[in-house]
């Protein structure tokens, strides 16, 4: 690395270092140049003005005298200032011109060419002030270029000195560089397709050949790397093409050219294949052209030919009919390119989207259409109803809304099973449109809402007759499964114009309509007025406080109706009811909340207070006297298929530490019979817990005997519409005693509700009977009037 004579063979003029030493020569003598003539100027301007200065300290300081000795005409004093003045080697001569006689005196040497400074100053009279006379300096410039002499002297060898350094310096840096020009010439021996690391590196030294030899080995160790690399690259790019040419097949895309004027086309492989056509046989335009189904052949080419004419880009979507027979959906995208000598030339990329159009179909079925009964969903619905009401506002004609709700879909839910509430669902949507028009519309809009459209009818009483039929129809026995039971709907009916001409009021209506109908006592139907959205807003305000009321449980609570015992006419028990103190409306009975709180679902929440503040008080009673009495709480039926009831109950006694015989669960004849299996199962699993169980308001249901023999129950409470009556209603005394004769038979207790006077009491007695509620005894009192009713005794100690 170190031969010389390697750099022999380089053109020295072509060198960064000979350019270096040139750039260098020229900015040296410019920057030379240029500060020898600011140097120059600068020494020169100076001194002259110092020399200046000199003569204007002369010239001031006989001025004064000279004024004086002028205005007297003392020439023997004027002349020895002058002499005085002359003194001064550097004052060359001396001229006074008198302005006054026009006289000049000279003192002084005779002046020549000699370079000189001239100092002209105006003498004034001190007395007249006016000009006297004028007086001329001659001042030397010898000892100026002596000094300029000197220092051109010195500058020259200051300029000589540094050109000796600069040459020096130059080959200091022709020495420097030397090196990277032998490091050039063995560069210029590298080969990229040999990459070997330069020789005779000394990885101790620092001076410039090392490090960039250093740094070149670096380079070519990246270089290998790199090629390294890009073989993986090449490698991978090769995998991926070749996983891009297996996507193209799985997508079924195609690329096609047609050049005007060839006969054949030029097809790619997969274009052949979603042809059916085989490569070996070339491919001519009007054969591609027999591929296309017949209904599309004709919209292909127009599309083609515009596309020819304006030399654009196109998108179309078509049939082909396979080699195979088989009928594939396309979709082509391309453009047309006219070049200068006049060639046109179609190229294209055609995709088979048969599955894509089948997924299509599929999305929007489901966008649209309900998956479990197929019928249209609400947003189908709410097109049809929009195109329903603008042919009707064309023809000048009405159409009706049938919104349409099961009664207790939820109980079906819970009791039987969710797989049975949906195959009741499915068939509720046969059933219902196996009575409806072609014309008619009928939608699923939610869980068990069903809405129907029915357009083309004259009125009201068309939309009645309708809704009675499907009533009729919804009534019928259900067979599914191993279940079979009866069901019922609630329907409200709105039309247009009648009500309004807007869609969603309209819908609003019918919904409102029906939650009136279900208000009625269900399994009816109801048109729409205005006072009903008076009462959905009432109860919508009632909702909203009840939820509040629920939320903090401090408007809730509790009263207590005693139970006496007929032959020791003692309190045994009690019924709890519940109370809202509503903070505007004052004390709500459960008959103004209690249907709300059951369809809104707030009843579990209000059930599970009431079992948690009754099993509360009853530990209070516990510890305090000597007598507690035992507590009976209804349960909604709701409440009662709630799948948690039974591990609340225990929860709440084994919390507050109560015996399960002193609380009693009732629940009503209409439910204990809606799934005689389930409540079997229920009844049975809060009897294992020890719990009293009673049924309520017998005789108003459709209880069976048989049944009943079966429940494990230990009261039934006799309702008070056969009580109330029965001393002058001898049916109803036939009815109360049936039940107290029956009871006694299957060993239950009976318990007589609405109790208000001595004939019923002696009446009961009578039959038998065992306990009264009633008026008679006491009205439904807060806990602290029925402790002071109930316990008379003494208190524990």
Same mark, same amino acid.
């Given at each position: ?31 030379? %140049? +240029? @500060?020898?003539? #600011?140097?120059?100027? =600068?020494?020169?301007?100076?001194? &002259?003005?110092? $020399?200046? *200065?000199? /003569?204007?300290?002369?010239?001031? %300081? +006989? @001025?004064?005298? #000279?004024?004086?000795? =002028?205005?007297?005409?003392?020439? &023997?004093?004027? $002349?020895? *200032?002058? /002499? ?19 006289? &000049? ?296 809304i049938l919104f349409i709700d099961l009664d207790r879909f939820k109980l079906i839910n ?14 509720v949507a046969l059933r219902l449109n196996s009575q409806l028009r072609e014309v008619d ?128 006419e003692e309190i045994v028990g009690a019924e709890v009811l519940i109370r809202w103190n ?216």
């Amino acid at each position: 690395m170190k031969n010389k004579k390697s750099c022999c063979g380089l053109n020295e003029r072509k060198t960064i270092s000979f350019k270096i030493m040139v750039i260098i020569l020229i900015a040296s003598f410019l920057f030379v %140049s +240029i @500060v020898g003539m #600011m140097t120059h100027s =600068l020494f020169n301007s100076n001194y &002259k003005k110092l $020399e200046q *200065e000199k /003569l204007d300290l002369i010239v001031k %300081s +006989i @001025v004064p005298t #000279m004024s004086v000795n =002028l205005s007297l005409l003392d020439t &023997k004093a004027i $002349e020895k *200032e002058v /002499l005085e003045v002359l003194k001064n080697p550097n004052i060359l001569a001396v001229e006074i011109i008198d302005v006054i006689h026009g006289e &000049k005196t000279y003192f002084g040497s005779t002046i020549t060419s000699m370079p000189y400074f001239t100092k002209i100053e105006d003498i004034y009279g001190s007395i007249t002030h006016e000009k006297l006379a004028e007086i001329h300096f001659y001042y030397s410039q010898e000892h100026f270029k002596m000094l300029m002499n000197q220092f051109y002297e010195s500058f020259a060898l200051i300029f000589v000195l540094y050109l000796m350094a600069m040459f020096v310096f130059m080959k200091f840096i022709m020495r420097s560089l030397e090196p990277i020009q032998i490091l050039a010439i063995e560069m210029e021996k590298f080969d990229p397709n040999k990459p070997t690391l330069l020789s005779e590196v000394d990885d101790s030294s620092s001076d410039e050949i090392a490090m960039i030899s250093r740094a070149n080995n670096k380079m070519i160790l990246s270089i290998q790397n790199y090629s390294a690399n890009l073989i993986q690259t090449k490698n991978s790019l090769e995998r991926q093409e070749a996983h891009l040419k297996n996507a193209q097949y799985m997508a079924n895309i195609g690329s096609w050219e047609y050049f005007l004027g060839d006969e054949h086309m030029l097809l790619s492989s997969e274009m052949y294949r979603l042809l059916g056509h085989h490569k070996s046989q070339k491919m001519s335009w009007d054969k591609f052209l027999k591929y296309i189904v017949k209904e599309d052949r004709n919209y292909f080419e127009q599309v083609i030919t515009n596309a020819l004419k304006k030399g654009a880009t196109f998108s179309i979507e078509y049939q082909l009919k396979r080699g195979d027979s088989r009928i594939v959906n396309i979709k082509t995208n391309g453009k047309v390119r006219k070049k200068s000598s006049g060639e046109v030339r179609i190229m294209a990329v055609s995709m088979d989207i048969t599955e894509q159009n089948e997924s299509q179909k599929t999305i929007e079925r489901l966008a649209y259409y309900d998956a479990l009964t197929n019928l249209p969903n609400r947003t189908l619905f709410k097109d049809r109803l929009q195109e329903s009401i603008a042919l009707a506002r064309r023809e000048a004609h009405s159409v009706a809304i049938l919104f349409i709700d099961l009664d207790r879909f939820k109980l079906i839910n819970d009791s039987l099973g969710h797989s049975v509430g949906d195959q009741l669902l499915a068939e509720v949507a046969l059933r219902l449109n196996s009575q409806l028009r072609e014309v008619d519309t009928l939608a699923r809009v939610g869980g068990d809402e069903f809405i129907i459209i029915l357009p083309h009818i004259k009125g009201a009483e068309d939309a009645m007759l309708v809704a009675k039929k499907l009533l009729d129809v919804m009534q019928k026995k259900w067979e599914l499964g191993n279940s079979s039971f009866y069901t019922t709907s609630s329907i409200g009916v709105s039309l247009y114009p009648m009500h309004s001409e807007d869609m969603d009021i309209l819908i609003k209506y019918a919904d409102t309509a029906m939650y009136k109908a279900k208000d009625l006592g269900r399994n009816s139907a109801k048109v729409y007025d205005s006072s009903m959205s008076d009462d959905v807003n009432r109860d919508l305000e009632l909702e909203q406080d009840l939820r509040e009321a629920v939320k903090n449980t401090d408007q809730l609570e509790l009263y207590y109706q005693a139970k006496v015992d007929f032959i020791t006419e003692e309190i045994v028990g009690a019924e709890v009811l519940i109370r809202w103190n509503h903070p505007t409306k004052g004390i709500l009975y459960p008959d103004s909340f209690i249907e709300l709180a059951e369809s809104t679902g707030m009843i579990l929440d209000i059930g599970q207070f009431v079992i948690q503040k009754s099993v509360e008080t009853l530990a209070l009673w516990n510890k305090k006297y000597l007598n507690p009495v035992n507590l009976a709480l209804n349960l909604s039926a709701r409440q009662f298929q709630h799948n948690g009831l039974i591990k609340n109950v225990q929860n709440a006694l084994e919390t507050y530490d109560v015996s399960p015989e002193l609380l009693e669960l009732e629940i009503t004849e209409s439910i204990s019979m809606e799934n005689i299996t389930q409540t079997l199962r229920i009844l049975k699993e809060l009897k294992s817990l020890g719990i009293a169980l009673s049924i309520d308001d017998f005789g108003t249901g459709y209880s069976s005997l048989a049944y009943l023999k079966q429940f494990p129950v230990d009261y039934l409470k006799i309702d008070r519409e056969f009580v109330k009556d029965m001393a002058v209603d001898h049916d109803d005394a036939t009815i109360v005693q049936t039940i107290i004769s029956m009871a006694m038979a299957l060993g239950l207790k009976t318990i007589a509700e609405g109790v208000e006077d001595t004939e019923h009491v002696a009446m009961l007695r009578k039959m038998g009977c065992d306990y009264a509620q009633g008026y008679y005894y006491s009205k439904p009192i807060p806990l602290s009037e029925f402790e002071k009713l109930a316990f008379k005794k003494e208190k524990k100690a």
